[in-house]
């Protein structure tokens, strides 16, 4: 298995201008999460899906972000319109079948914000 | 609250040495406790973990110790090599409508040759 893929690995774009970044969990997981990390607040859950539905979207700073999974293999997480504090890095995971076990990692999109 | 915090920011080793590396947790609902190692430009990837019935857990060259009574957790890497300088995290499952995995805020290991 590939495991979890994300893309794109970097991005760089200016204030104002729409982000999307992508994900592609391990087939057969039920459960994907969104996080971010940072070095003031290091890693942050955003959001998380079971079987593509929402489950906990408490973690969104603000309506500026969004999350979509659309199938069970492809999630997206857009900020638009997004700011200079936006910039982190952003990881996707997935988990087999539950919330409490242990979670597979991308290798997370750079996003800089200028 | 749900809070995961680490004791040392850096822990400095000498290669061939053992490791211990703490990690305090505030919310005696936790269930769960799993170790990340993040290499520099990597996703987080599970070393260990342990429930909460359980008091220590051994891998390969790690072990995992759970103190219940003072909400620690200590993560302790045998013969430390090279490889081994990354940042870990300790991270826990809080128990209740929804369970979530918090992380803490992470130690770096360095190995010093």
């Known amino acids: 298995d590939a495991g979890v893929i994300q893309s794109p690995r970097h991005e760089v774009t200016e204030m104002g201008q729409e982000v999307t970044l992508r994900c592609k969990p391990i087939?057969?997981?039920?459960?994907l999460f969104w996080y971010r990390q940072t070095m003031m607040r290091g890693l942050e859950l955003l959001i998380y899906?079971?079987?593509?539905?929402?489950?906990?979207d408490s973690g969104m700073p603000e309506d500026r972000f969004s999350a979509k999974m659309p199938n069970a293999s492809f999630s997206t997480l857009k900020i638009q319109p997004s700011e200079p504090r936006d910039s982190a890095v952003y990881f996707c995971?997935?988990?087999?079948?539950?919330?409490?076990?242990?979670?597979?990692f991308g290798s997370g999109t750079q996003l800089s914000v200028l | 609250g749900e809070s995961v915090g680490l004791h040392l920011p850096t822990l400095s080793v000498q290669e061939g040495d053992n490791s211990i590396i703490n990690c305090a947790y505030s919310?005696?609902?936790?269930?769960?406790f799993i170790w990340y190692k993040q290499e520099s430009g990597k996703g987080p990837q599970f070393i260990i973990d342990?429930?909460?019935?359980?008091d220590k857990r051994q891998g390969q060259r790690v072990t995992v110790l759970l103190n219940k009574t003072v909400k620690h957790l200590s993560l302790q890497i045998a013969a430390t090599q090279p490889g081994d300088s990354a940042v870990y995290f300790c991270?826990?499952?809080?128990?209740?409508?929804?369970?979530?995995?918090?992380f803490g805020k992470g130690t770096r290991l360095h190995i010093l040759p």
């Open positions: 899906f079971n079987n593509n539905v929402p489950i906990d």
């Open positions: 991270a826990e499952n809080i128990r209740n409508r929804d369970d979530k995995i918090i």
């Open positions: 995971a997935s988990s087999l079948r539950k919330t409490n076990e242990k979670l597979f």
């Open positions: 342990i429930r909460s019935n359980m």
């Open positions: 919310n005696s609902a936790s269930d769960y």
């Open positions: 087939s057969g997981h039920d459960y």
